[in-house]
């Protein structure tokens, strides 16, 4: 007996395949291996194919040992009011509202796959619509920059129990000692911390402390970041969910963010924002945060669940 049944995929005219309530067999589910700056995803396109329980999927998926490998598994789906959808979900299962380094590759995947081949894309988040224009070279997306929307600063908007209209260098007990933190909410909420050196910290340590500080209600995402030079950071950074990643897109527009509130760093100015796995370039403005980065696809593939 056929255990999967064709029916068609709400808002595309195009079809996929469920597999019927009666089915035992598994089902195949093709998958593509991405990464920004070494953020790396595994990637699920739902134009074509459906999947279901998606938080138990990125638990799965995402161990690098029994499953594909990743920082996570983030579904591109079709959406009815923009290209499409992009759902990220962590390596624990949590959801995370926005992606930045992950939308990029979202928006290459659409345009090299055909399934929305324009240079200008909208793609639907759990915090909005982003715009982003896709740079091509010999018909392939190579880098995206993306309109990340207002930096948002108001404590109970990001959100972080600090008093007052915002969060510049305000001080911050953490496992016994006092940091000043930065915070910004770029469709998630960062606390960003300055630095000497990144590298000489402990952050499998004192990320944790940070991530679930009382001060951050839905935990945060910490970045731990110094001046290099002018318009120039360094920065690693402690993901909610994640733990220590190669990168962060939307960390890195917090980061630029953060050093121009601080007078590190000029507004309305390209800021060069190294990462572990390379190099985001972000421009803070009053109206939005424009960032810009590479995409690459790693490999394609199919697995069963």
């Given at each position: 007996m056929n255990r999967f049944d064709r029916v068609p995929s709400p808002g595309t005219g195009v079809e996929y395949y469920e597999r019927a309530a009666s089915g035992g067999e598994?089902?195949?589910?093709?998958?593509?291996?991405?990464?920004?700056?070494?953020?790396?995803?595994?990637?699920?396109?739902?134009?074509?194919?459906?999947?279901?329980?998606?938080?138990?999927?990125?638990?799965?998926?995402?161990d690098r040992h029994t499953g594909i490998g990743g920082d996570g598994v983030i579904f591109i789906c079709p959406s009815e009011t923009a290209d499409g959808e992009m759902r990220m979900f962590n390596l624990d299962g949590s959801e995370g509202k926005m992606c930045g380094n992950g939308i990029r590759c979202v928006a290459k995947f659409l345009y090299d796959s055909g399934l929305k081949r324009k240079d200008v894309l909208r793609i639907e988040t759990k915090?909005?619509?982003?715009?982003?224009?896709?740079?091509?070279?010999?018909?392939?997306?190579?880098?995206?920059?993306?309109?990340?929307?207002k930096a948002e600063l108001v404590p109970e908007r990001i959100p972080a129990r600090f008093p007052g209209e915002s969060v510049v260098r305000q001080p911050l007990e953490v496992d016994g000692k006092t940091y000043e933190v930065t915070c910004v909410s770029m469709g998630n909420p960062h606390c960003v911390v300055f630095v000497d050196d990144p590298d000489a910290l402990d952050l499998e340590k004192i990320g944790p402390k940070?991530?679930?500080h009382g001060a951050f209600p839905e935990r945060v995402n910490t970045e731990f970041v110094?001046?290099?030079?002018?318009?120039?950071?360094?920065?690693?950074v402690w993901e909610r969910g994640s733990g220590e990643t190669m990168a962060c897109g939307t960390g890195a527009c917090a980061a630029a963010v953060a050093a121009c509130l601080n007078g590190l760093a000029g507004q309305g100015e390209d800021v060069r924002v190294k990462l572990r796995g390379g190099t985001l370039t972000v421009r803070y403005t009053e109206e939005t945060v424009f960032m810009t980065g590479d995409a690459d696809t790693s490999f394609e593939g199919t697995v069963e669940i």
């Open positions: 598994k089902q195949k589910l093709r998958f593509t291996k991405m990464h920004g700056c070494a953020n790396d995803y595994v990637y699920i396109e739902l134009f074509t194919q459906k999947a279901e329980n998606f938080s138990d999927l990125a638990v799965q998926l995402s915090s909005g619509v982003k715009t982003c224009e896709v740079h091509a070279e010999n018909g392939e997306a190579v880098s995206v920059t993306v309109d990340m929307g940070f991530e679930r110094s001046v290099l030079g002018k318009n120039s950071l360094k920065m690693r």
